[in-house]
């Protein structure tokens, strides 16, 4: 029994240009790598605890009076 399949023509067309796949390949690498530097960050800022309400902590002693306000 034949098949009534028949295979639609094939339509040459160019090939998918080289400097846009490399455009491409660049762009997404560079966002990649921004989001693991940005992740490396945050990650550091939050093990080395200077993630505080904008205090750095540096020589701080621990249980210090507010400051005063003068007016």
């Known amino acids: 029994m034949a098949e009534d399949y028949v295979r639609p023509p094939l339509l040459g067309r160019d090939a998918p240009s080289t400097r846009a796949a490399a455009l491409r390949f660049w762009v997404v690498f560079a966002l990649l790598l921004a989001a693991v530097i940005v992740g490396l960050f945050l990650l550091y ?26 007016r």
């Not at 993630?51 to 306000?69: H, M």
């Open 45 to 70: 800022r939050f093990a080395t605890g200077g993630a505080g309400e904008g205090d750095p902590g540096l020589n701080k002693p621990q249980g210090a009076p507010a400051p005063a306000q003068v």
